[in-house]
């Protein structure tokens, strides 16, 4: 073991020489204007974590790690670590602990001090503050912020790699993290959301996001898509008053939604999702192909194959070939004709501007669907018409849940790069962490 005493280290040959975005100081800049001026590595340690009642007594250096010895600054006054008031009186001192901090060059710093506990008057006989790291924290502030700002970017398992730490240690910086920005959340009032599901393990366990569509910011997570779980968002997350200023919800056709928003909030304008009733229609479409193919046998049913992308495709992008066999498709199969033709004919709603218009339209439709013969229309129509008032909204509005596309997206490469989170806990904590843009511990 190696000693570094009182030896002092000149900063320029030195120490500032390490890795760029790594202990960004203000003692660079000041080391920078008074050239050759010499530093002791306690000092540099002592600035770097802001200590005030604290010093820095020794630094020893191993092969695994460098070890710094804290300990209190004569008499100085320590603050309660829950009121953060100075405390006269000093209660007892505690075992030693140590804390991981960020590594110097390769070498992982390590701080060790024994901390005191303190008799606050307001709150009794406490641990003292500590400024280096958060209560509990066995890492300290500006370590846990590193590993969350990757976290943010590589899965658990490659952040736990990139600091040496094991994928617990990760775990639950992020997981703290996440309650600390929860917290301490701005929490402007919000006038138009849009929920959606995203689904874990394959579909079959359903997570419910809430979106601030206007600031494109994750609101809220719940583990399942029940009435029950989602009403902790309108009832915990927004309270009566901010649910007041709800003007626009923009949400999937689906029950337990629409109750919730009528029960929470009554003045707000559901809008159905663009997105949500086109795939009803493509699947509507899907169903009369599948009704059909069940039918057929032999030839016909060969060259049936594989024309399920041909249908659902916009017709400008087809190839030469596949509009070919479009047409003998459709010249062939009279209900796919009805049914392809309904589809495209459907997408003519979404330009209108005028509410009017698009009823006129959008009436005009439905009565043709009706009489197509066609079972899966009629039900979607069945559906549109019990929620006509929803879908129409589209005209006034022009909004979708498209706007946080991309946030979905990067639900699913969330899931992805971590192999599908084992607990929903998990998987939430994660989701919050890489898309509500919560604020991270400020170091002091
Ligand atoms: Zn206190």
Redesign the pocket.
Known sequence: MKSFGCKRMPIHGHLSSTSAGFYPSKLFAKTRRRKGTEVLIETFIRKQLRLKAHTVTDVEENEACMVIRIDRLGQRLLR?G??R?RCREVHDVRRERQWRDLSMRKLPLVLRYRPRRVD?P??GV?VEDLPWAEPWARVTTALANAVAMLARELSWQGTAREYGLNWKSVATIVKRAVEYGLRNRARPPVHVIGIDEVSRRKGQVYLTVVYDLERRVLLWVGEDRTEEAVRKFFTREMGRRRCRTLQVVCMDMWAPYYNLVRAHAPNAQILFDRFHIVKHLNEAVDEVRRNLMRTLRGHARASFKGTRWLLLKNPWNLTAHQSERLSTLVRWNSPLVRAWYLKESFQLFWPYQQRKRAEDHLRKWMDSAMRSRLEPFKKFVCMLRSHLEGVLAWSQHHLSNAAVEGMNNKIKSISHRSFGFRSAENFIAAIYHCCARLPLPTER
Request: charged fraction near 25%.
């Open positions: 309660c829950i009121c008031q606050c307001r709150c406490r």
